[in-house]
């Protein structure tokens, strides 16, 4: 099994900049690619960005541009560098872990639980 913690959510403002953070433990040798998906309430939680191990990146097309996906391997971290957030950005972030490898969109196995990032206008 994999464990995974997130920290840095919060509260911004419209324009402002948060990081997202992820740390990776217990069966970390079985993972592959990482990424990070945002859920807003009544609503299907929607990918936003992933990473290979070696660092080739994906994002959705609403975050391209203004989000940042990077790892550090050796600390089993995951980052989400979030600029120029706006309004609709405002959901429950979270980061996962994937056995598989390709950085589209899909279901992951492991899940971390969840944080609040809230951007007010």
């Known amino acids: 099994q994999v464990q995974l913690d997130e920290s840095g959510g919060g509260l911004v403002q419209a324009g402002g900049s948060l990081r997202l953070s992820c740390v990776a433990s217990?069966?970390?040798?079985?993972?592959?690619?990482m990424g990070w998906f945002r859920q807003v309430p009544r609503k299907q939680r929607e990918w936003v960005a992933a990473i290979s191990p070696g660092g080739v990146t994906n994002y959705r097309d609403s975050v391209k541009g203004r989000f940042t996906i990077t790892r550090d391997n050796a600390k089993n971290m995951v980052y989400l560098q979030m600029n120029s957030l706006k309004p609709e950005d405002t959901a429950v972030y979270y980061c996962?872990?994937?056995?598989?490898?390709?950085?589209?969109?899909?279901?992951?196995?492991?899940w971390g639980q969840g944080i609040q990032v809230t951007v007010s206008s």
């Open positions: 996962a872990a994937d056995r598989l490898s390709g950085l589209g969109s899909r279901w992951y196995d492991y």
């Open positions: 217990g069966s970390i040798s079985s993972i592959n690619v």
